[in-house]
């Protein structure tokens, strides 16, 4: 028995939101590429066994090789190491504040590449979106914060990969459409996974996963299976089911996962200035989808 495609959406929003939480747990202990390479290598695993169990094709189309290749490069190799990275320096809290960006950047890429309308409504979320985000990163205390490192330099980092997972939307867009996300996913996911075993290697990866603690292997298969195997798997189906609108709805709530498991789990404190500044995030988010 399925799922109702709404249930599906909020478990997989719950996954994600949690996700910032568990990573900034496991890099406190291992690299980020251990992380990745480990974290990859489970969804696809999870993913291809699904697949394999619901009889369908598991090997691309060869003209599809090369947009895995790429998607897996900038949606799981590059995005999800910098983000690991970036939690090394900076709180879970900002992070999933920031994250709430990448719906304003998706909307202007579509307007630069997809030459999809930029009215004045969607301009006004981008420039209350980006305040908020200012608020986030030098916490109230003006652009001269801006320099003040490591957290903010961590901060900086979340948000360049907000605007790489914009990309990497409109990047396999296509691919998914045609391979169907599941197929697509795990593709992309096995690409990543190769793409990163030789700086797994050189890192000595293994013996990181050696001396991992029960906690850290725990918050690791939460990330490989529920996030990355799981929550995509659930998401997508609430979008063969739900309209899309409905389903990015749901998204809002991603922060607030994030801001309480990190409050309870990590007991990081949140300041009203950056609270503020996620709220207008949220704000310019909303502004920019109903324009």
């Known amino acids: 028995m399925s799922l109702p495609p ?59 090789l090369l947009p895995l290749l790429a998607m897996g490069a900038v949606g799981v190799a590059f995005h999800q190491v910098l983000q690991g990275y970036a939690l090394r320096l900076t709180s879970a809290v900002s992070t999933g504040w920031l994250i709430g960006l990448t719906p304003i950047w998706s909307a202007a890429l579509a307007a630069l590449m997809l030459r999809e309308r930029m009215g004045w409504g969607k301009v006004a979320g981008l420039l209350v979106g980006f305040a908020g985000a200012g608020l986030v990163v030098t916490g109230g205390q003006g652009p001269g914060r801006l320099l003040t490192l490591p957290s903010t330099r961590g901060d900086l980092m979340v ?70 195997g799981l929550g995509y798997l659930l998401w997508y189906g609430a979008l063969e089911r739900v309209e899309a609108t409905r389903v990015a709805a749901l998204l809002y709530l991603e922060p607030l996962v994030t801001l309480a498991a990190a409050a309870l789990l990590l007991g990081e404190g949140v300041g009203l200035a950056a609270a503020a500044g996620g709220l207008l995030v949220l704000a310019g988010v909303a502004l920019v989808q109903k324009a």
């Open 159 to 228: 948000l360049v990969s907000t605007i790489n997972w914009a990309a990497y939307t409109v990047l396999g867009h296509g691919t998914i459409r045609r391979l169907g996300p599941t197929r697509a996913t795990a593709g992309a996911m096995a690409a990543g996974w190769l793409l990163l075993l030789p700086p797994f290697l050189a890192v000595a990866g293994w013996e990181d996963l050696l001396r991992l603690s029960a906690h850290g292997w725990a918050a690791l298969l939460f990330l490989g299976l529920a996030c990355s």
């Open 6 to 64: 709404r249930l599906g959406a909020l478990l997989a929003i719950l996954f994600w939101g949690i996700s910032f939480v568990a990573t900034k747990a496991v890099v406190r202990e291992i690299s980020p590429i251990t992380l990745v390479f480990t974290r990859a290598g489970l969804g696809a695993l999870l993913l291809v066994g699904l697949s394999a169990a619901r009889r369908r094709p598991l090997w691309p189309d060869r003209d599809a």
